[in-house]
């Protein structure tokens, strides 16, 4: 079983300071991971993803996140916020199984004030 | 390359009727998963179509039903729609299984 854990519903941050959204894993093998980002009435984008190689991941716009296995989590970051980057963000987790089931936590909604 | 599309964009329908979704996938990717987003929630796993067969599926009942084409479109059919189907219905495409997914815009379904 898998599942990922996304703390804050919401989050309100300021022009130019620090994005930190949580993200906490289960996962009885060794995890894939992923942030994706939604824009009001949009799909899916994927921000980044970690496949086993490096612990501390990059990706697209300035964001990052690190494995950390000892606490679970896939923290997402961006060390200054941009207006544009108000969204719904969703970390995910899928399986090793035959089959390659995405499972989405319930998002956290970033508001970045001006 | 052409991204992942979906049709139609919105789509409203009345409690006991048929709907039809459709995703074409991008281009090389023989794997198509569908999933239901609900307003407020993640979305949700509905079944998964890898060279035209069902590959997994997640906990939605059989009125939930697909279909990929040697194309590798897909279908997605729900019968006798329930209110509680009204969501966001999100499709994506992977080569091979794979776990990296690229998702369509999404069909925004309305029944009432």
């Known amino acids: 079983a898998q599942s990922v854990t996304q703390l804050g519903s919401h989050v309100s941050v300021s022009e130019g300071a620090l994005v930190l959204l949580r993200c906490n894993y289960s996962s009885s093998v060794p995890p894939y991971l992923f942030w994706y980002v939604q824009y009001p009435n949009q799909g899916l984008q994927l921000l980044l993803k970690?496949?086993?190689?490096?612990?501390l991941v990059k990706g697209i716009n300035g964001f990052e996140a690190e494995f950390k296995k000892s606490e679970t989590s896939f923290h997402l970051t961006k060390p200054s916020a941009h207006m544009s980057d108000a969204a719904e963000y969703f970390c995910?987790?899928?399986?090793?199984?035959?089959?390659?089931?995405?499972?989405f936590g319930t998002g956290t909604k970033l508001q970045v004030i001006p | 390359e052409t991204g992942v599309t979906q049709s139609p964009t919105h789509l409203i329908k009345t409690r006991g009727q048929q709907v039809t979704l459709r995703c074409s996938s991008q281009?090389?990717?023989?794997?198509v998963s569908w999933y239901q987003q609900a307003l407020g929630q993640g979305p949700q796993f509905i079944f998964q179509y890898y060279r035209e067969e069902e590959n997994g599926r997640g906990n939605f009942p059989p009125r939930f039903s697909g279909l990929q084409f040697p194309n590798y479109s897909s279908e997605l059919n729900v019968n006798a729609l329930e209110l509680d189907d009204s969501a966001l219905y999100l499709c994506?495409?992977?080569?091979?299984?794979?776990?990296?997914?690229?998702f369509g815009p999404g069909t925004r379904l309305t029944v009432t």
């Open positions: 281009s090389g990717h023989n794997t």
């Open positions: 995910a987790v899928t399986s090793s199984g035959g089959y390659q089931k995405v499972t």
């Open positions: 994506a495409s992977s080569p091979d299984r794979g776990r990296e997914q690229y």
């Open positions: 970690y496949t086993s190689a490096a612990t």
